[in-house]
């Protein structure tokens, strides 16, 4: 994919890992990017929790890692401008934290706890609001003499007859947002049915005249459905989620194959054992060893999925809490 800019920066080779809560720990989006991201957001982290309760809390899930990432973004939530200004000055006055390249805002989140605060997905239904949250954060970031771009991921819409949001993009344009994303689901579908990519054109077209890069986003599995979100869609970027999860590789083989090179083959079974064991270790360098090894249990299903012997290797790894049990089970010195 050609390379775009996002506000000041240079997004080479713009497919990027989607944030997902509970799957992008800070070692799996370095290793994403490693293997062809362009880049990796954080999960969704509450701007209303950092304004009041400080950074500490949530430092867990916005931890980043400029030198190793390259380029980073924070994935905010809220439903409140003034929580995202609180938010946005905490996070760029924090040591580590303020070298933050993008701040993401969610608008696309479907879970009950979160929309019914007004936040994420429920911003479909208030753009004046969700126009409000954009300009504020830009407002914020200028007013601190910093130059970090504000980018957005939402969906089609809310309800299930909703089949793409031209009137919002364009509300979310006009504010500044310096680049969208869409899902091709609705709220209402939460992660079920098919994404629809004529919908994620609809919103597409809605922005073309601006000039902002756009993002498609919504089961792109391979190098086939990569392909075709691109041309159904004219996106400028995409945003890979689900199938990364225990796999990785899949940015190697999406860039290969879009760049019309010979898709590499997926690793055997000790180097996908490896891969989650260097996840496993890279949690254990800020996370006390019981809670890294617990939180890591709903991830190494994915990697070890398919694997000879799977279902009883992740039986005994769910009962365990230390990495060196871990590292027995899957038989690794
Ligand atoms: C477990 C899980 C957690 C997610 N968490 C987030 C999140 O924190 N922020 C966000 O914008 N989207 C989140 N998403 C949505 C994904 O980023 C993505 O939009 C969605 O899964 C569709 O893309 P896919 O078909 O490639 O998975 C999450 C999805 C899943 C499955």
């Known amino acids: 994919m050609k390379s775009v800019k996002i506000g000041n920066i240079n997004i080479e080779n713009p497919i990027c890992l989607s944030p997902m809560a ?83 805002i969610n608008m696309g989140c479907p879970v009950p706890k979160v929309v019914k605060t007004g936040s994420g997905s ?52 006009d504010a500044g947002c310096d680049m969208i994303c869409v899902h091709g689901r609705t709220r209402i579908q939460m992660y079920h049915g098919e994404s629809s990519n004529e919908a994620i054109a609809v919103m597409r077209e809605a922005v073309r005249g601006y000039n902002i890069p756009f993002f498609a986003n919504g089961d792109i599995t391979d ?3 990569a392909k075709k979100i691109i041309e159904d869609t004219g996106c400028d970027g995409i945003m890979i989620g689900r199938a990364a999860r225990g796999n990785p590789w899949i940015f190697e083989q999406v860039t290969a194959g879009l760049s019309g090179r010979d898709i590499p083959d997926l690793p055997g079974v000790q180097d996908r054992k490896l891969m989650l064991m260097r996840e496993l270790e890279g949690r254990l360098k800020y996370l006390p060893e019981d809670v890294a090894v617990r939180e890591f249990r709903s991830v190494m299903p994915f990697y070890i999925k398919g694997l000879p012997g799977s279902a009883q290797i992740k039986v005994k790894l769910c009962s365990c809490n230390k990495a060196d049990e871990v590292k027995e089970i899957l038989g690794i010195d």
């Open 22 to 104: 509970g799957f992008s720990s800070l070692p799996f989006r370095i290793i994403c990017n490693e293997m062809g991201a362009a880049y990796s957001p954080t999960e969704l982290v509450s701007a209303r929790s950092i304004r009041y309760n400080g950074i500490d809390k949530s430092l867990r899930y916005m931890r980043i890692a400029p030198e190793e990432e390259k380029i980073t973004a924070i994935q905010l939530f809220g439903s409140e401008p003034e929580d995202f200004e609180a938010a946005i000055e905490t996070i760029l006055s924090t040591p580590v934290l303020k070298e933050v390249s993008i701040i993401d």
């Open 122 to 173: 429920a911003l479909m239904e208030d753009p004046k609001r969700a126009a409000a949250i954009v300009s504020a954060c830009k407002k914020k970031i200028a007013e601190l003499c910093l130059n970090v771009p504000v980018t957005v991921k939402t969906r089609i819409g809310y309800n299930s007859e909703d089949k793409g949001k031209p009137e919002f993009a364009k509300a979310l344009a």
């Open 223 to 225: 190098v086939k459905s």
